[in-house]
């Protein structure tokens, strides 16, 4: 088998419109899934920390039973499953104009309720982080619980936070990938139908990798920033270079307890 040249500098350089619309509506489900998961993760963790046991009990199982099973089996359960046993079914909804398709609403669903789980136990563990003084010495000072977590425990807790955060958005760009498998039009199953039409299943696929390396690579660049800004904000040390981040590249630090004495 040989490499066609030809076909994947023309697929990489100048992509067909599916493919661009493949990558469009992955960026989308993306950056929408995301901001609901942040949102119903925020929720959990607070259900965790609450006084009512019930309530604790509660998130704790959602995150139990989320987290241990696959992403591939939800998406299956919450697209066909829902609709064999006549619980739900998804149909086609125009939203401001734009048609969104029944697979692509069953998409977002199912990626926030996976991620909000595992963004839970992220949001938890910042809150956890902030010392437990602050909250004696807000409570004192007689502030709410409102004005508590906006100036006091948010701001610290952001920091912690922020880089798992941008992670999990990162894999999840990649994730988009299982959701060929109930029809979804974004890149990956875009990719193989071209396969299938062209025969140059190497080439494509490569290309399709390509893409899917620069959206990554664009936000650890984005992530990067957000997270040396809040770095400056908080008055703590910029975080880890850009190329350190992206090819683990660091120079040795010297260790003074290994230096030899005078």
Not at 45 to 74: D, E, H, K, N
Not at 101 to 118: D, P, R
Request: aromatic share 10%; net charge positive.
């Amino acid at each position: 088998m040989n490499f066609d040249w030809q076909f994947f500098w023309k697929a990489l350089f100048t992509p067909s419109g599916p493919f661009l619309d493949g990558l469009v509506l992955t960026i989308v489900v993306s950056v929408v899934a995301m901001v609901l998961a942040t949102l119903l993760g925020l929720v959990l963790a607070l259900m965790r920390r609450s006084q009512f046991a019930a309530v604790r009990w509660c998130a704790g199982v959602y995150i139990w039973v989320i987290r241990g099973t696959p992403l591939l089996v939800q998406l299956v359960i919450i697209y066909t499953g829902l609709a064999a046993v006549g619980l739900y079914q998804f149909h086609d909804v125009s939203l401001a104009g734009l048609s969104v398709k029944a697979a692509v609403q069953a998409a977002i669903i199912g990626l926030m309720i996976n991620e909000s789980a595992y963004i839970a136990e992220i949001v938890r563990a910042g809150l956890d982080s902030v010392p437990k003084g602050q909250f004696e010495a807000a409570a004192s000072l007689g502030m709410t619980p409102m004005k508590l977590m906006r100036w006091i425990i948010v701001p610290q807790s952001l920091r912690v936070m922020v880089p798992p955060l941008g992670n999990s958005f990162n894999g999840m760009m990649k994730t988009t990938s299982v959701l060929s498998v109930i029809g979804v039009s974004e890149m990956f199953l875009v990719t193989q139908s071209i396969s299938s039409a062209t025969f140059h299943t190497f080439e494509i696929f490569i290309v399709a990798a390509i893409y899917y390396l620069a959206l990554t690579t664009i936000w650890t660049f984005v992530q990067a920033a957000i997270e040396n800004r809040l770095a400056r904000q908080l008055g703590i040390q910029a975080r880890v270079p850009i190329t350190q981040r992206l090819l683990g590249a660091r120079r040795a630090t010297p260790n003074p307890a290994l230096q030899p004495q005078a």
